[in-house]
């Protein structure tokens, strides 16, 4: 709960961000709206949507932090004009069509917090023809990198501060998407713009960009940094680009390299950045012709899965219920609307002593499927 907080505090104390979804949000929210604040979080989007005269927001959220939101809506004096869905988006059924549907699943990369497909979907189910979708647009910037800090992050595996059995890390940490803070002089070029995209239209599953830089000076190469502008409404854009002064309080993504590569002014690099964004994977190519230099990367290579998860996946695989399945199974077997939380617990620990080794586990267990399964 405690990096959730910081997280949530992150978001709330972004007084650009803050101010532009108010600027966005005021001059698209007429009396009368229905809002949709999707992945709601503390609530502070729907929020600023109810100050800007809506009738009634829906506040769509599948942690704990929807709590916050609930919370605050109500302080706040407005919970006749709010509803409070725990769940998942593309869990939830259609509900009438609302005017406008506000989000801030922008990723540090734009693109890689799954905002194309959240936004996608979202607009075919939940918003009325001619209704609008916040953000609009995005637009997906890469830059070339040199950077003390995010060195570090893959030469510490290897500089001797730990253990020589985990130096192997670095690899892992080499096809890892970071977040970093940059500066302007920590970019040698860009950033370059590799795409525009509609929020809200259906993307392709797979995307793919390619671009060349000049670098500014010698230097050496640390790897690429993909950033955003994202349009809210009309021309209300916000950005983390590290060139702008008034940028949002939101990390890069960095995309390293194991290996940094010394360069002299003027030499060109080519960079190829291809995503999979439904399930978030990244991979990246890096390219120096003068020096005949090319290094691949991808994150799914820095997902630490054993053999037996990854066989779990292969679609031709029969599908057989382990213990944990056995005994959500039973648990959900007792939800018929009569018994008692208290009741199933019993049931659960006479009928299936075998499940868990105490009587806590048991409890633990199901007080867990009854939370995620089950209406309040």
Not at 5 to 21: C, M, N, P, Q, V
Not at 97 to 117: M, R
Not at 170 to 189: M, R
Request: charge should be negative; glycine fraction near 6%.
């Amino acid at each position: 709960m405690a990096t959730t907080l910081e997280e949530h505090a992150g978001y709330l104390t972004d007084r650009i961000k803050l101010a532009r979804y108010q600027e966005a949000i005021s001059h698209a929210v007429q009396s009368g709206h229905t809002v949709m604040d999707l992945g709601c979080g503390s609530g502070i989007l729907g929020l600023l949507a109810l100050r800007a005269g809506a009738d009634n927001v829906i506040f769509v959220e599948e942690t704990d932090v929807l709590e916050i939101a609930r919370r605050s809506i109500t302080d706040a004096g407005y919970a006749d004009k709010a509803s409070f869905l725990r769940t998942n988006s593309f869990e939830l059924a259609a509900t009438d069509p609302v005017d406008v549907i506000v989000c801030d699943h922008v990723g540090y990369f734009g693109f890689d917090y799954g905002l194309l497909a959240l936004l996608a979907d979202a607009k075919k189910r939940f918003l009325k023809p001619g209704g609008i979708v916040i953000p609009e647009r995005l637009t997906v910037q890469l830059s070339l990198v040199e950077s003390g800090e995010c060195r570090k992050r893959i030469t510490q595996w290897q500089d001797g501060s730990v253990p020589a059995e985990f130096r192997w890390v670095d690899a892992i940490a080499a096809n890892t998407k970071h977040a970093v803070d940059l500066e302007a002089d920590n970019l040698l070029d860009g950033p370059e713009i590799l795409d525009e995209l509609t929020l809200g239209e259906p993307a392709e599953e797979f995307l793919s960009w390619s671009t060349r830089f000049v670098c500014a000076r010698d230097a050496t190469v640390d790897g690429l940094a993909g950033s955003f502008s994202a349009t809210l409404v009309d021309e209300i854009r916000m950005s983390n680009s590290p060139l702008l002064d008034d940028r949002l309080n939101r990390p890069q993504a960095f995309l390293p390299l194991q290996h940094p590569v010394a360069v002299t002014a003027g030499e060109k690099v080519d960079a190829t950045v291809m995503c999979r964004h439904k399930d978030h994977l990244i991979a990246w190519i890096v390219n120096f012709p003068r020096q005949d230099l090319t290094f691949s990367y991808n994150t799914f290579n820095s997902i630490l899965l054993d053999n037996a998860r990854l066989s779990q996946t292969q679609p031709t695989r029969v599908a057989a219920l382990n213990d944990r399945g056995i005994a959500r199974k039973a648990v959900l077997s007792y939800c018929d609307g009569k018994r008692t939380v208290a009741e199933i617990h019993n049931l659960v620990r006479k009928e299936h002593p075998e499940l868990f080794p105490t009587a806590e586990a048991t409890t633990a267990f199901v007080d867990q499927v009854l939370a995620w399964n089950t209406d309040h």
